[in-house]
């Protein structure tokens, strides 16, 4: 019989008379339904169609408004206490919205002293935080809640794996029988009457005889009865009221421990006359539940890890000595008592290649392969357990008392090898709180569930069982099998998997080769596509361009050599030495440090402007000139680069910002995270520079270096018109190429280069319209970004120089990819139809009748 799991607890039609209750529509103006006693209660006449300023006054509604509107569908009450209507009339109020409608419950303010919740939490918090022990919480759990809540019995109670609890701490009056220890079955609480417990963490039962104040009307116009999940005054089903009158309780009060999302079990309260516990004893109570829930979790969390770090040890010791052995799996047999102490048992033993070799109490050698046989039906290859064999495997009942448990660890791919762990049978007599057999009876109704009506204990002797395996033995025993599993088929499957390797690794690099030669296509281009300066000849600009380009390479060449980047000195010695033929001095002065590949690359360029720059217009281009680049280590390891040039022309500050002086002005602070500084002195160009210290390393002391005299070079609208882009790249040449072409079509973009950035620009408030991101973002990728994005649906492509299939995850594939290098035509065409779909999706939704409507978040639709 399951009526009581299918009695429909949630929508009982009534309330409890401690209180009334008031159900307005969703917009909380007017009155559609409310409980018998409320016109009474509120001291007014008509209630249905009334406005609720009219019953309750206009101070009361803009009070009760403001809190509802703070509290999301489906969450506990707001609270107000002492509210005042107009009639002078002072009420602890709860309001909350759930399925449509704005429900109010109102209960007198109890007379005396006021309840003071924050106080009486406070207190129970402060006396259970040092406690280190789930055995201390609990039972200090159920003194404290007793002495300041003053119920007749508070018990703890626990739910086992089948669903049935046992009392694990309890205060009671002295005069009464005590439950501690005693089992109740599962079916004492319904199924639907825990999934409550998990959505209102408090319950409070007044009188347990049943008294009930119907709602009116019962049903709402379409027929519909009122949904009270989440309302405190609920009226309970009648089998439980009877439940508690079979006990002698009058009245209880009920606090959820949930743990991990999941019932852990309840603070159960009676008393043994009526008592409705004031809201604001409520409220102090559902603090305290959640807090105890939030600490019971912490002890039990610190309680496995303790355990998984004992096994992980003792694993570890293992691990260590399997690598100086060429046979395992004779390693392995020889270690099967130290296996045993993996786990907590009475015995192991390893079945590998058909040989059984046991250690402590495990089950006769002859039942091992039937055994094995079943495990290799159930497990499919995973950690399976049970705590009563007998129940899976005939025969097994032979050898009970030696073994009733089992924990098998399969150590290899197919069905076949085993380390398993044995606990011996725990015979226990159960004390059950009354016979937990239920009774059942026909009436009117049909059958129907009948609570017991004793409750002397009713003892039960269980046998065939061991002490049950615990999520921290399934959890240990999986890091067993994943590091014994590895080293068991280390043998038998090394080429295979070197093999693979192999092709990982072959795939890997050609992806990354394939990531670098479209990146310095995408900044080759980048340079390529810059305007020729005003007034300035084909012939200078592609001289310009060459020396770029050459830069880059001579920077690309030093990091593939040196797989890390190379020295400062000699990229200065690089960039200065075509300049070797005139007589202006030149003086590089600094340690010998080593810049990482990416910073080398940056400084390549920015050394290459200023020094086509010095030759061109400064102190290069003539025989009085002299050039100093000197560079030190600050104390947070950054790289400080000063550029002095004095003795050349006079010079003058441009009065525009070419595109060489964007480079030296704006790399190192976008692409490094560092500082730049460039000042135009009459006396010559200076320059300063930082690099910080994640980019640096110091390779010997400091030491002087004079270059040889210098010689001069030549010097080096569519669909989203009008909208803003946020572009993410953290190389600037190429954002800036990216602004230009965003701005050929219309649009306004904002760069930035790390996802810190993006994120933060996200969170501001002024949201972009569409959005252009680069996957590889130095050693980060984009997709937090794009998560962030899609959550907000704001349109994006993704750049990237990798394959799409290699990098992107399954959930961002449906993105429009934009590879580089970059064309004008196909980012805009990409950002357009992202624009688009996102643009139709929208209307489609907005057009579906209501509840049909798409409410996929996190989709992108091409």
Request: glycine share 8%; aromatic share 6%.
């Amino acid at each position: 019989m399951t009526n009581c799991d299918r009695e429909p607890i949630h929508i009982p039609g009534s309330i409890q008379p401690h209180g009334c209750l008031l159900a307005l529509d969703a917009e909380f103006r007017s009155i559609r339904r409310h409980s018998a006693n409320a016109s009474d209660m509120l001291g007014c006449g008509e209630l249905v169609d009334h406005k609720f300023e009219e019953v309750f006054g206009n101070r009361g509604a803009h009070d009760l408004r403001n809190a509802l509107a703070a509290t999301p569908e489906g969450a506990r009450p707001a609270l107000i206490m002492g509210l005042a209507n107009d009639a002078g009339r002072a009420f602890d109020v709860a309001v909350h919205r759930w399925k449509g409608h704005s429900i109010v419950e109102l209960e007198p303010v109890p007379a005396g002293r006021p309840g003071k919740p924050l106080e009486l939490v406070r207190t129970l918090i402060n006396r259970l935080r040092p406690l280190q022990t789930v055995d201390d919480v609990v039972k200090q759990t159920s003194r404290l809640i007793r002495a300041l809540l003053s119920y007749d019995r508070v018990m703890v109670y626990q739910f086992a794996a089948d669903g049935s609890g046992q009392v694990i701490a309890e205060s009671k009056r002295t005069d009464l029988e005590s439950f501690l220890g005693q089992h109740f079955p599962a079916s004492d609480i319904p199924q639907q009457a825990r999934e409550l417990y998990i959505r209102n963490t408090i319950r409070v039962i007044g009188d347990a005889s049943g008294a009930r104040v119907l709602i009116q009307p019962e049903d709402d116009e379409a027929g519909a009865p009122l949904d009270l999940s989440f309302a405190h005054l609920r009226s309970v089903s009648p089998i439980h009221c009877e439940y508690l009158r079979n006990m002698g309780v009058a009245a209880s009060m009920s606090i959820s421990i949930v743990v991990g999302g999941e019932l852990w079990g309840l603070i159960a309260c009676h008393h043994y006359t009526p008592r409705a516990l004031a809201m604001a004893d409520r409220i102090a109570a559902e603090m305290f539940g959640d807090f105890f829930s939030l600490h019971l979790e912490a002890l039990i969390q610190k309680s496995k890890l303790e355990v998984a770090i004992e096994t992980r040890r003792a694993l570890d010791d293992l691990l260590r000595e399997v690598i100086h052995h060429e046979d395992i799996t004779q390693f392995l047999r020889s270690r099967v008592a130290l296996c045993s102490s993996l786990i907590a048992s009475d015995g192991a033993g390893l079945w590998i290649d058909e040989t059984w070799t046991p250690f402590g109490s495990t089950p006769p050698a002859s039942e091992i392969e039937k055994l094995t046989a079943y495990i290799g039906t159930v497990s499919e290859g995973k950690v399976w357990s049970t705590s009563e064999l007998s129940a899976h495997v005939p025969g097994a009942a032979a050898y009970k008392a030696d073994v009733s448990g089992v924990l098998a660890v399969p150590i290899s791919h197919a069905p076949r090898d085993y380390l398993m762990f044995f606990r011996k049978e725990l015979v226990e007599t159960v004390a059950w709180a009354g016979n937990p057999e239920k009774v059942y009876q026909t009436g009117p109704h049909g059958d129907r569930l009948t609570p017991r009506q004793s409750f002397a204990i009713w003892k039960e002797t269980v046998e065939r069982k061991s002490r049950p395996w615990s999520t921290p033995d399934n959890e240990s025993a999986e890091a067993v099998r994943t590091a014994l599993f590895e080293v068991v088929m280390r043998r038998t499957e090394l080429l295979a998997e070197e093999r693979r390797k192999a092709d990982l690794r072959h795939k890997m690099l050609n992806e990354e080769l394939n990531h670098r030669v479209k990146n310095i296509l995408a900044l080759i281009k980048s340079l390529v596509s810059q305007p020729v300066e005003e007034g300035r000849d084909i012939e200078a600009y592609v001289s310009s361009l060459k020396g770029r380009i050459a830069a880059l390479a001579f920077a690309h060449d030093q990091v593939i050599r040196s797989d890390c980047g190379g020295q400062l000195k000699d990229l200065l010695r690089a960039e200065l030495g075509p300049y070797s033929g005139r007589s202006a001095a030149v003086e590089l002065d600094g340690p010998d440090v080593a810049l990482e590949s990416r910073a080398y690359s940056v400084m390549a360029l920015v050394f290459h402007e200023l020094a086509t720059n010095a030759a061109k217009y400064g102190a290069l281009s003539t025989q009085n000139g002299r050039l100093t680049v000197r560079w030190s280590i600050r104390p947070d390891r950054g790289c400080e680069v000063f550029w002095t040039e004095e003795g050349g022309p006079r010079v003058e500050k441009p009065k525009r910002s070419g595109f060489g002086m964007v480079l030296v002005d704006r790399s190192v602070p976008f692409d490094l995270g560092g500082e730049s500084e460039l000042t135009f002195h009459t006396a010559g160009v200076s320059a300063r520079f930082v690099i910080p210290g994640r980019f640096v390393t110091r390779v010997t002391p400091q030491r002087r270096v004079v270059a040889a005299p210098a010689r001069a070079e030549p010097a080096a609208s569519g669909g989203i018109a009008g909208l803003n882009v946020l572009v993410l790249e953290d190389q600037l040449v190429i954002a800036i190429d990216v602004e230009s072409m965003l701005a050929e079509y219309g649009a306004v973009a904002k760069t930035v280069a790390t996802t810190a950035e993006a994120m933060a620009v996200l969170a501001r408030g002024a949201l972009p319209d569409a959005a252009v991101l680069d996957v590889h973002i130095g050693m980060d990728n984009s997709f937090a970004v794009a998560d962030e994005l899609l959550r907000r649906k704001i349109p994006f492509v993704f750049a990237t120089g990798y394959g799409d299939s290699f990098l992107i995850p399954d959930r961002l594939r449906i993105v429009p990819v934009a590879h580089k290098p970059y064309m004008a035509n196909v980012l805009a065409e990409k950002l357009g139809l992202a624009v688009s779909a996102s643009a139709n999706m929208a209307a489609a939704e907005a057009d579906a009748p209501a509840g049909q409507a798409n409410t996929t978040s996190g989709s992108q639709t091409v």
